[in-house]
């Protein structure tokens, strides 16, 4: 199984599909399939569909909340969503698989899962792991290509989707979602973490937007429509008033609260995820590169986990036919 999404959080998940649009007449009906609970990751989505900018382009536009069980690489490939959010390294996996998905554009410039530490930690670097335990997903790529690039290894427990321990244990390292986590553990009583980042380490996924390849092959204009509403969606949220993403946001999950929308949105902000770290800016909103697709696949070859060599090239995972 591919994981259904990139990081853990404080909240259990509720992967009740929700319905966030109302039907409408003469319309082109989209189901997006959400990797988690609707928090300001999926700014985009929400801020276009409050702001009726999908409705605009003439979609009708479902979003679906997902959860630790969304898995919406499967989702996809069964044609129970169209369009959905996931990290590029499982729509990698899900492609080598044979499943019909394909990326065709990034929600995050950079893939905010990292690892964290207390700030009184005196761990500063990758290598300063070896032998120490974390906690994280045992299937993300990231540790395999730890071990390997630094000639480490470490105790790995699994993800539990909390973080008491972390709170507890000044000692513990733990996988987490830059722009989640931090929020629950200051509320715990704890400093805010600090991190390691999976990019310092040269491993540099995005989170991304991926569609059914044949659907999307089926109905460009459409897909390239949804594609521009939501890149308006993100910018809005951004510099706009988020406002109308974070009460529909509310609407479909009660447990936000506005203290939480308000700093994630702001650890989006900061680390400038949606717009990227380097040389970014609104104009790259959404935009994917196949030269960083092409060495993620490099990666994922050299530590065995996608086989064989040269079965993908980026041309195989990415498109950027449906961006503006």
Not at 7 to 36: C, M
Not at 53 to 65: K, N, T
Not at 265 to 272: G, P, S
Not at 303 to 314: D, E, Q, V
Request: proline letters at 6%; a negative charge.
């Amino acid at each position: 199984m591919f994981a259904a999404c990139s990081r853990s959080s404080n909240e259990k998940a509720d992967s009740t599909p929700t319905n966030t649009a109302p039907a409408a007449d003469n319309t082109f009906p989209v189901v997006v399939q959400l990797d988690w609970i609707p928090e300001p990751e999926h700014g985009g989505f929400f801020q276009a569909q409050a702001r009726g900018w999908f409705a605009e382009a003439g979609l009708d536009v479902r979003i679906d909340q997902g959860g630790a069980n969304a898995f919406p690489m499967q989702k996809l490939a069964t044609n129970q969503a169209n369009i959905a959010q996931a990290d590029s390294t499982n729509v990698i996996l899900a492609i080598a698989e044979g499943l019909p998905v394909v990326n065709i554009g990034a929600v995050f410039q950079n893939d905010p899962s990292v690892l964290m530490l207390h700030a009184e930690n005196p761990i500063s670097s990758f290598a300063e792991l070896d032998g120490k335990t974390i906690m994280a997903r045992p299937e993300w790529a990231f540790l395999p290509y730890l071990r390997k690039k630094y000639d480490i290894d470490f105790n790995l427990i699994p993800q539990n989707f909390q973080v008491a321990n972390f709170i507890a244990d000044r000692n513990f390292i733990q996988q987490g979602f830059y722009i989640a986590e931090p929020f629950y553990i200051e509320q715990g009583g704890a400093q805010k973490p600090k991190f390691l980042y999976a990019w310092d380490a040269g491993f540099d996924a995005y989170t991304v937007i991926c569609a059914n390849k044949d659907w999307a092959a089926r109905h460009p204009e459409q897909v390239r429509a949804f594609m521009a509403a939501y890149i308006r969606g993100w910018e809005d949220y951004l510099y706009g008033d988020p406002t109308p993403a974070h009460e529909l946001m509310k609407q479909v999950n009660p447990r936000n609260t506005d203290a939480f929308l308000d700093y994630s949105r702001q650890m989006i902000i900061d680390e400038k995820l949606v717009i990227g770290r380097i040389g970014g800016g609104v104009e790259q909103i959404g935009r994917v590169s196949a030269e960083r697709f092409d060495v993620q696949i490099q990666q994922l070859e050299d530590l065995g986990i996608l086989r064989p060599a040269g079965k993908l090239s980026a041309d195989d995972v990415v498109t950027t036919r449906y961006l503006p």
